[in-house]
């Protein structure tokens, strides 16, 4: 199997590569690609390109200073353009495929004296402009081209650094601090200074925003005393969102790095090994003064080599082989790659399916697999691998681990699901820590996921029950009551390997699933052995299904039972007397048709003062009956 | 028992020829069994089979109890897989009883000494001391003889192998069963017997009994007749015939009255139509005459108060009726008054009239009677539900009862049931038992 697990997508973006005539500017928020060419006759050709592939914009710009920010708002309806240190443009952009602008549709921004770092687009109409001495937010109102302030923030900036999807900023003041800035609409919000300990000033590319497991985060690159370089990760979920200092990763090497954020996962590149690293939060690691230590988990590899078609008019398409981790690369989050000199954008992609063979550890690897997007079909064929391997010795310890992992998750669904659905009374005072939210796995594996595409080759192995048992008890560990399918699998072992008496326990102790349904598909192995369908009965009265136990008890002969039990029940008046007869007659012991006989004689005269049957009841052959089994004997 | 029989055929050389019983698995495979042998190891009386060709077994039987009396111990009981032994040790006798049924000890060893007074009621106590004072291995066969058939006949009856019969319930209960007759009509029996015995010296006892069930008992004044001794007089009768067709003049000894002397019994039945066995029993061995003379006298007198209807008509009743009292749930039962060694018991009726039934019946009463009666710790009611029928015992402070109930009953009427069966008894109470014996 291949065993690279990073990939840059085929579906990538070719442009106009950086040269003495192209500038080229990438705009994180929306995706998109800015080949500003500069050509003659004082106009600028602009070329955007993105997010995707087919999304092209063309137009034309007057020529009135080089360009050295350019985005769109997010409905492509507004571009902003900066060419000052004081000033930026807006421009209306209502028809896309209009590629020339009248002199009317734009406006301005000006300062009167800061110098402005650059623009962030936090909505449609909304745009922050972050200058050396503030953050200011205004509304654009496009109709009457009027740019007005919402809010500011006075701070003295040296740089910053914007994520869009958290609407963040890490701002970098005059004396070196670092502070998160929360632009949303209409408001501006500081948040406390990151802690960062030494008095080593930040630069702005050793920072990468991004979020993970839905917490804003601050990924700083730091090298450590003996020059080995770690990430610090700060999250946004301290008291009144603080960022705290919550995990460090050990990179455990020296150079350049660069960081993509895929699925939760820290992606770093390590430029001079040529390789690329994998770091998971989530799992557990040691822990000390509240920060968890994290190595790679493991040892990093190298993006899968990406050969690129060179436009051809023959047949027989060329194609290069790109150079990976160029020092031309830059990465921007989550997963673009951006080879400016080569003018091609890449997504990059993670492979889970080399990785459920690199990460050797199963229960880890299950725990990896539980926090990813796609996780959820690659763990079901790894565990479908694992549990028909016949040879694994230590297989069932591991599985228990892995089940608990699984179930854990399940589990926690479960009750959020439950308690979503219970309608709680309007006055509850709620309480905020009862309530739970719903779990931050991505995968959720339910006891169907593991009937239908885990054990569905089992039946029949060896290994089978002993699997399913362990199973079943980490379903109940975790109080997720057993389902038909699953329930109906185990019994179906148990009783393959005539282990009947797991099978009694099991339904003694209500560990499988107590349906009609369930009972019947026991009973219908009751010919191998009476315990099981002793175990079908013991189910059928728990559940109170008293009509179906009458029918079981009548077919195995046992008549008086029956009718002890038809008695109880609504309408015991009216039970046919026939059909207990018959089977009584069957059965062939003489005491049990002699009781069942006088019963319903006593019966008859209770109900209509005779002992004789009526006619409709069809009796007459059990009468006979009686009379040859014990009058005669009396004479 | 094969250990036993291992040890012995390593001690003895076997005694030869004919049917091994040690090998013979319908032997073995008896439910029950009866040793009666001599201290010295000198064989008496089986249940099953020959005596004689057991002769190694009675002397394994005779080892174990010795080796426990070299202690100054008694062996009661040995408890094995599935089955018990126990004995008895008197007078130079040993009585051993092994049992693969539910039996408890106690009441193997009822049966045990029941038996060993069958072997006085023949011999008296002193003629078996004599014997055996004579000559250590004396063969009490010899002074046996034609006995056995007595002995046979109490077994049979004490678990019934063979007949259907509500007799088995008075052994189990240590009673007799009572003929119900009106009391007037008893009172008439008693007075005719009164009139016709009154003058006669040296008559102790008159029983008047049919179906082994006593009708009547008058008694010399002060003298007490005990169960254990009526039991075996109701034994005697019947297991012979032979008393049916002529009279009979028999010495009897009653362990419990004398166990040293021997009694003369006049034996007969009244009449070719009234089969009740008239018994009068005398000290003086010279007294046939007079008391031939006396039968007759009662024999008119009854016919002519018409008591033989009222004992025919008891005769050829099956029993109790439970279906006449409206009680149909209740399918039979045992009652038994405190104080008096009486019973009466209903009809027989299905499905426990076939042989096979029956002993299930037979079954449940001793589980229940062994279950309440336990030494140690005594129960005051049990309520069984059992597969094909409820059973119930209830011992309160004047009475015992055990019943058997359609399975179907439910435990409300069960209680219902028995109030009604109660009633019913307390308004024929004077005529189901017998609460003083008369005098002559």
Known sequence: MDSHYLELLDDHIRFVAVSSLTNVFFDESNKQIFAVRTGGGGTIGVNVKGPSKDSVINFFLDDTGTIRSIKFSPDNEILAVQRHEHSVEFILFKDTQQTNRNRGDIFRYNTKSSTIHGFVWVSKRECAVISNSSVELFTINAEKKQIKSLKSLNIGIKWFAWYSEGNMALVSTTDGALFPVLISQKVITKLPKLDIGSNVEVPERDVTLGQLYGTSAILILQQTSNRLVEIVVYLLNGAGLAPRKSHVIRLGSIGRFAINIIDNLIIVHHQTSQTSMLFDISLSKEVVNEITYHNAIIPGRSIKPFALKLPSLSLDEKSVNCELYSKNWVLFQPNIVIDAQLGCMWYLNLKLDPLTILIADKVRLTEFLLQRSEGKVVLLKVLKNLVTDPVNGSLLTSLESIFDRINSIYSSWNQYEVQSQTAQPINLKLNQKNILSPPKSKVIINQNDMCLQVFNNLEDKPQAEDILMVYLQSLSKHQISAQDEISKMISKELIRNENYKTLEMLVEFSLICETKVMACFLLSYSKLNPIINQTALDMLKKISANEIIVEVLLEIGHVIDALRIARTLPNSDNISARKYLEAAQKNGDPNIFHNVFKFFQQRNLKQRGKVDFLKQEQCNEFVEHYETLFNSLNC | ?440
């Open chain 2, 1 to 440: 028992m094969e250990n036993n029989e291992n040890k012995c055929e390593n001690g003895q050389k076997e005694q030869d020829h004919q049917i091994d019983y040690r090998r013979d698995r319908e032997w073995l495979e008896k439910p029950k069994h009866i040793f009666i042998l001599s201290e010295a190891g000198k064989p008496i009386y089986t249940f099953h089979g020959s005596e004689d060709k057991l002769a190694s077994l009675f002397g394994v039987m005779q080892a174990l109890v010795s080796f426990v009396q070299q202690n100054d111990d008694g062996i009661t009981a040995i408890f094995a897989e599935g089955y018990k032994i126990v004995f008895l040790v008197r007078n130079s006798l040993i009585l051993v009883a092994t049992s693969r049924t539910n039996c408890s000890t106690h009441q193997m060893q009822t049966q045990l000494s029941y038996l060993y007074n069958q072997i006085l009621s023949t011999l008296t106590y002193s003629r078996v001391n004599r014997s055996f004072e004579k000559r250590k291995n004396f063969d009490l066969r010899i002074l046996l003889s034609g006995s056995e058939r007595i002995i046979d006949n109490f077994l049979v009856h004490d678990n019934s192998v063979r007949k259907v019969t509500n007799d088995v319930f008075s052994n189990l209960t240590n009673s007799i069963s009572i003929m119900k007759i009106p009391i007037t009509d008893r009172n008439n029996i008693v007075s005719s017997i009164q009139s016709s015995c009154s003058k006669i010296k040296d008559l102790i006892f008159a029983i008047l009994l049919a179906k082994n069930q006593l009708i009547s008992l008058v008694r010399l004044k002060n003298q007490t007749l005990h169960p254990v001794d009526l039991k075996l007089i109701f034994n005697l009768i019947d297991c012979s015939e032979s008393f049916k067709s002529t009279e009979s003049w028999v010495p009897i000894c009653l362990p419990k009255f004398d166990m040293n002397g021997f009694m003369y019994a006049y034996i007969t039945y009244l009449s070719e139509d009234c089969e009740a066995c008239l018994i009068l029993m005398s000290s003086d061995c010279e007294a046939f005459s007079v008391l031939k003379e006396a039968k007759s006298k009662i024999t008119d007198k009854l016919r002519r108060n018409n008591c033989f209807n009222a004992i025919n008509q008891e005769i050829f009743s099956n029993g109790y009726n439970l279906d006449a009292l409206n009680i149909p749930e209740m399918v039979h039962f045992v009652y038994k008054p405190k104080g008096i060694y009486q019973i009466i018991c209903s009809e027989i009726k299905p499905p426990y009239t076939s042989v096979s039934e029956f002993k299930k019946l037979e079954g449940i009463y001793f589980d229940l009677y062994r279950k309440i009666h336990k030494p140690h710790a005594p129960l005051k009611l049990i309520y069984e539900v059992r597969e094909s029928e409820a059973a119930l015992a209830w011992v309160t402070t004047t009475h015992e009862l055990y019943a058997v109930f359609q399975p179907t009953v439910e435990k409300n009427d069960v209680i219902m049931l028995v109030d009604k069966l109660f009633k019913a008894i307390a308004k024929d109470n004077d005529n189901l038992f017998i609460k003083n014996h008369p005098y002559f």
